[in-house]
């Protein structure tokens, strides 16, 4: 399984840029990186993934360094309800159609007004 | 689109009983997965349901079992609770995906457990 470090908190001011980064140094070569977010007293909802090439949605941008051995999700403007734990998770292809996701503790954002 | 849903939104138990979660998938999605979420933890995975059968198993002891129906709604039971059963139930359903590609895993807003 690969194994990921992200920092436990980070903070930021509201509407500036914030960039949160992520190791994941033992990944293998088919693993998607997925970036999933979780609002207080919410269920994950997905914010992201790619797997070699920098990747943009409405939500965030993904930007996976050369080696894949690490990404930083960028969010471009914080807002107030960008206020979550967001998780790093590289997912496990266990054939069959199946994969699964391994939630490490995550990164919790404060973002101050 | 009504996403995922989860039934009840919150369940109080007592030491020894057993307890069952309902969700149902997002329209389209076929398989689905349980995950337990412990206070001011990540999610950890229990099990996968695709095609009425788990395909895949955490590590879980043998107290939670699983369900899936003919329309993809699936059911997590869970014998002789124990207090640290206590957490957040959350319900993530998906699509099968093909070797090479992976999905997106919608949640639902989870079933909150207390076992007392």
């Known amino acids: 399984d690969a194994k990921t470090t992200q920092p436990n908190s980070m903070e930021s001011n509201e509407e500036e840029p914030v960039h949160l980064p992520c190791n994941h140094s033992?990944?293998?070569?088919?693993?998607?990186i997925h970036w999933y977010r979780q609002l207080p007293s919410q269920g994950p909802e997905y914010v992201i993934h790619g797997l070699t090439s920098n990747v943009n949605n409405r939500m965030a941008s993904l930007a996976i360094a050369e080696d894949r051995k690490s990404s930083t999700l960028i969010l471009h403007r914080a807002t107030l309800r960008d206020a979550a734990v967001y998780y790093c998770?590289?997912?496990?292809?266990?054939?069959?159609?199946?994969?699964?996701?391994?939630f490490g503790k995550g990164t919790k954002l404060s973002v101050i007004p | 689109d009504a996403g995922v849903t989860q039934s009840p939104t919150h369940l109080i138990k007592t030491r020894g009983q057993q307890v069952t979660l309902r969700c149902s998938p997002k329209?389209?999605?076929?398989?689905v997965s349980w995950y337990q979420q412990a206070l001011g933890q990540g999610p950890q995975f229990i099990f996968q349901?695709?095609?009425?059968?788990?395909?895949q198993r955490g590590n879980f002891p043998d107290r939670f079992s699983g369900h899936q129906f003919p329309n993809y709604s699936s059911e997590l039971n869970v014998n002789a609770l124990l207090l640290g059963d206590s957490a957040l139930y959350l319900c993530?359903?998906?699509?099968?995906?093909?070797?090479?590609?992976?999905?997106?895993?919608?949640f639902g807003p989870g079933t909150r457990l207390t076992v007392l």
């Open positions: 033992t990944i293998s070569g088919t693993d998607y």
């Open positions: 998770i590289p997912d496990q292809y266990s054939g069959a159609g199946s994969y699964q996701l391994t």
């Open positions: 349901y695709y095609e009425e059968e788990e395909r």
């Open positions: 993530a359903s998906s699509s099968r995906v093909r070797t090479g590609s992976t999905d997106t895993q919608y």
């Open positions: 329209s389209g999605h076929d398989t």
